[in-house]
């Protein structure tokens, strides 16, 4: 990385952002928490530190489903017969398409583990698509549903 402190401007108000906004400006603020923390002065960190919680409360307040508080008190892993089929089951129950975020706080509650996870995206038949952030079933995702 640069010598120089990444830009960490106040801007909008969180509230104010576009989901879209939202996710990009919170990204940036991650990816450069570790030169701030380094290298920053106080004051860049204080600033870095406040737009950083302000953008996850605002995050969790739309979201509250796609991060790990959005599980609540629920046991580690939930006891089905075919976790894959459970978690193809809830999401087409959702409208055919879920969050990413909240297909991966899924698939942890139900046991699958992540290459599990990801076989459903790359081997075929595919199970799942994406769509930009969010994961689709597909027809063959529908058609093990019905079996």
């Not at 991650?30 to 737009?51: I, K, M, P, Y």
């Not at 991060?67 to 008190?73: K, L, V």
């Not at 939930?78 to 706080?105: S, T």
Request: hydrophobic share 35%.
């Amino acid at each position: 990385m640069s010598d120089t402190p990444p830009d960490v401007p106040a801007g909008r108000p969180a509230a104010e952002l576009s989901d879209e906004e939202l996710e990009g400006q919170g990204k940036q603020l991650h990816d450069s928490r570790n030169w701030v923390f380094l290298h920053g002065t106080a004051a860049q960190f204080e600033t870095h530190t406040r737009r950083m919680l302000e953008l996850e409360q605002e995050y969790l307040r739309r979201f509250p489903k796609r991060t790990w508080q959005g599980i609540g008190d629920e046991p580690d892993v939930e006891p089905v017969d075919d976790p894959v089929l459970a978690l193809l089951r809830r999401i087409e129950d959702a409208g055919g398409r879920m969050h990413r975020l909240e297909v991966h706080q899924l698939a942890r509650r139900l046991g699958i583990e992540r290459a599990e996870l990801a076989r459903l995206y790359t081997t075929e038949p595919r199970m799942l698509a994406t769509d930009k952030q969010d994961r689709v079933v597909t027809e063959a995702g529908r058609a093990r549903l019905t079996t």
